[in-house]
């Protein structure tokens, strides 16, 4: 069914983007524009693309129609056609729903958290503009239209973690953010070219990729599976792309929000799932997917137990929790990796956001070791995170214990264990890192902590309440049968859904309790750690584990570095001595010939009739010659 209201779910944060960049110019060049006006303009965006969402998602309930809708012929080359279109079915209208929502939501906490910076205009610029096209991403009809989408989260992710550009450390982080990304886009790249020359000629969307992939060597089909994972190692920042995500923390922590509940690094899972048509077709690369969530959720749930900044703590979850994700759709289960996406959109944001406001009224102090005793002072934010943590570690009945269940039994009834196995440590440590900062922030005793707290804006606070709703209520979405429910998120999506799981509810019902043992016990060795830590006694770590297993070291050493030389050496080698000595050579040889040229050009009567003459009797010569 064609109808034109899906462009606008795009549209409106786009010309909402454009509107508040040409405020801010007149703002800084004619006359200031109020605060107000910013936040009327950038908050309105989301939620009413929201409305517009959830006027298709009823449509959809009861039945699987879909909308598509083409505004204009994008490319066209020799019958070869690519549309800008839309395309609107259950599951990028779900992720429609729900990153309009908190993304909404994460924008009117920016107004509060933002209200004092210089640039609050161009801040929403960048903010709806991300929002933006994040949304063409998810609404892409065609790999190529997504791929618009694709780059464009890559590029406001740099402009909004470099966003305080005075601090050269932030320029680097957003360089080395936008850089790893290209990286894994030049294997999603080479995917979609691959694609394009096995599409046909009756057009580059879903629906005739799906028609024809059956018919591609099983070998192109590997390929190009593994190629697009290339694409989404990169924005999901998986093992080995991760690198990007905890610089990330450099921006504003609204962005961090953004990026991570609503935005970008989701969208290396939302990509995966919408090809599910082919990676059914090469399950090994399904599995090598799997494999890869798995210890990436392992790697990066390590390393947080060791961290001290409170924002680069909860990026390193957001690798973990995503590595949850690709082992669901990495194992087929597609559905279940949507409904973590889902559930972590919430725990996340409000997890992120409460972190930005301790570290607001803290007067932007991010060392969890410098803080403690804000139950007390900020008992709100301490309420809401504690919904947040019990959501993340998986404890019932916060929406993650759900989810997490879900991935955690696809695993095990998939007959991969070993992921099960690194699942379920990967569920103590979260447990454990998690309770960590909610011990120490919040109870413990800090003895020099004797400053006015910074007062926190209802905009700031109240957000944190409808996030810590959907925190405890978002995962009955996907309550299983053993409890006696209907996973509505596993029959909304039911029609890619793999559903060959072979468990019995006995076996669920005591993988459930393993579950739920392996939060407690990361949460029973927090407490005993943390609660009410003496600040007296901040930990000195140290350590591979401290030192994030000295990746970042290596890279540099083996990459960087190796770059760096090359580029020196064809910058001061090749380029001096062959490039310039060849251009300056033949610019040298212009100049002599030139100068040849320039004596015959004298003003001198005589010497002019001189060559006219010489001129003339060679011609005449000629034709003598040749009429003899």
């Known amino acids: 069914m064609n109808d034109f209201l899906l462009a606008w779910i795009v549209l409106i944060p786009l010309l909402s983007s454009i509107l508040l960049g040409i405020m801010y110019l007149f703002s800084i060049k004619v006359a200031r524009v109020p605060n107000f006006v910013f936040t009327l303009l950038g908050v309105s965006a989301p939620f009413l693309s929201f409305i517009i969402g959830l006027s298709f998602f009823l449509k959809m309930i009861g039945n699987n129609e879909v909308f598509i809708y083409k505004a204009y012929r994008w490319l066209g080359v020799d019958g070869y056609n690519v ?26 906490y920016a107004s509060g958290y933002m209200k004092n910076d210089k640039g609050y205009g161009k801040f929403f610029f960048y903010f709806n503009l991300f929002l933006a096209s994040m949304l063409l991403l998810v609404l892409a009809n065609s790999p190529i239209i997504m791929f618009i989408g694709w780059e464009g989260v890559g590029v406001c992710s740099y402009f909004l973690i470099s966003y305080y550009y005075e601090n050269n450390e932030n320029v680097k982080a957003g360089n080395k953010a936008f850089i ?58 998986q093992i080995p792309l991760f690198v990007w995500l905890p610089d ?56 947080a137990t060791k961290q001290t900044d409170i924002k680069k703590i909860l990026a390193y979850s957001t690798m973990s929790q995503l590595g949850y994700m690709f082992i669901a759709v990495g194992l087929g289960s597609y559905s279940v990796g949507i409904f973590h996406v889902f559930t972590h959109s919430f725990f996340k944001a409000l997890l992120f956001m409460g972190a930005g406001a301790v570290i607001i009224a803290l007067h932007h102090e991010q060392n969890i070791f410098k803080m403690g005793g804000m139950k007390s002072k900020t008992p709100l934010v301490y309420f809401t995170m504690l919904i947040a943590t019990l959501a993340i570690a998986g404890i019932p009945p916060f929406a993650g214990f759900f989810s997490k269940d879900e991935i955690l039994l696809t695993a095990f009834g998939s007959g991969q264990y070993l992921i099960w196995g690194m699942g379920i440590i990967t569920a103590i440590l979260t447990a454990y890192y998690m309770f960590r900062l909610l011990f120490v922030v919040f109870y413990g005793k800090n003895y020099k902590q004797n400053r006015e707290l910074y007062p ?76 009410m830590y003496d600040m007296q006694k901040i930990p000195q770590y140290k350590g591979i584990i401290w030192n994030k297993f000295y990746i970042d070291e290596i890279y540099d050493r083996l990459l960087v570095k190796k770059l ?58 000629h034709l003598i010659m040749v009429m003899r």
């Not at 429609?96 to 009117?108: A, K, P, Q, R, Y």
């Not at 609204?254 to 090469?282: C, E, K, N, Q, W």
């Not at 090749?574 to 040298?588: E, K, T």
């Open 83 to 108: 549309d800008m279109g839309f395309l609107a079915d259950k599951l990028s209208i779900f992720m429609v729903l729900f990153v309009t929502f908190v993304g909404g939501l994460i924008h009117i």
């Open 564 to 621: 760096k030389s090359l580029s020196l050496f064809i910058s001061n080698k090749v380029d001096a001595n062959i490039i310039d000595m060849l251009v300056m050579g033949l610019s040298h040889g212009f100049i002599k010939s030139g100068h040849v040229v320039a004596k015959l050009q004298n003003a001198n009567t005589r010497f002019y009739a001189f060559f006219m003459l010489l001129g003339i009797s060679i011609i005449s010569i």
């Open 180 to 237: 790893a990304n290209r990286v894994g886009d030049l294997g999603f790249m080479i995917a979609m070219i691959t694609m394009f020359y096995y599409a046909g000629s009756n057009g580059f969307d879903y629906a005739n990729l799906e028609a024809n992939m059956a018919h591609v060597p099983v070998n192109i089909l590997v390929f190009i599976g593994l190629t697009l994972f290339i694409g989404a190692i990169g924005k999901s920042a």
């Open 248 to 303: 990330a923390m450099a921006g504003p922590t609204p962005v961090s929000a953004l990026i991570h509940a609503a935005t970008m690094v989701t969208a290396g899972v939302y990509m995966v799932a919408r090809f599910h048509f082919l990676y059914d077709l090469i399950p090994n690369v399904g599995l090598f997917i799997a494999y890869i969530g798995a210890f990436s959720a392992l790697f990066a749930a390590i390393i």
């Open 456 to 531: 926190l804006e209802k905009s700031i606070t109240m957000p944190l309440v409808v996030l810590a709703i959907g925190s405890i209520t978002a995962g009955f979405i996907g309550i299983p049968e053993l409890l006696g429910g209907d996973n509505l998120i596993g029959i909304w999506l039911s029609d890619w859904k793999n559903s060959s799981l072979q468990v019995t509810h006995t076996i669920e019902m005591y993988l459930m309790g393993i579950n739920i043992l392996a939060a407690f016990i990361g949460t029973t060795v927090a407490y005993k750690k943390f609660y």
